[in-house]
């Protein structure tokens, strides 16, 4: 009984450290600045209303419009697909959004397909390979820029991340349970290869 009890001791002070290691990695890639030159800005989709993007994926989308501006990347890739009822994808709402903000309609373009983070970004993979685009910026809520980029790095991609700086993500109380949800995510795509099937971030 002894024996089994330290075995089990052990056990949960392991699984503990690794739950803490993935809680710290969320926290720091959430908060890295990374702006180098690439080939494309991916912005990772949130909810859309009939076109119209939510306060969240307004803040992904004018993150990204600033790196634009800046020379980061001469494309901008919006990802995303549609939930049931919707007439328009998160992808299209998202490259409408920046065209109405005066980015060339040339610069934009629009994947819409992909009902999770994964989904997405497999979809994206292939328009990037097919463009010989290999190096991206992701754009996405802070805590959840850990998730996406092994994901991305996993497809192929060489990433950076540059999560939004503003917006309903980063407010007063958001934090601690989008970090507690996106560890989770983390850990079940490493021990998966799957997605989590989380949804969208806790707001």
Known sequence: MRTVLRFLGGAALVAVLIFGGVLLRVVQVGQ???RSTADAIVVLGAAQYDGDPSPVFRARLDHAAELFDDGVAAHIVTIGGRRSG???TEGEAGASYLADRGI?????????EGEDTLASLRAADSLLIDNGWTSVVLVTDPWHAARSRL???DLGMSVQV???REGPSVRDGAAPRYVLREALGVLYYGLTGGSSGVGSAVM
């Open 151 to 153: 994901m991305a790095e």
């Open 162 to 164: 540059s999560p939004v």
């Open 104 to 112: 060339d309609s040339s610069a934009l373009t629009a994947v819409g």
């Open 32 to 34: 890295s600045d990374e």
């Open 86 to 88: 919707d007439r328009t």
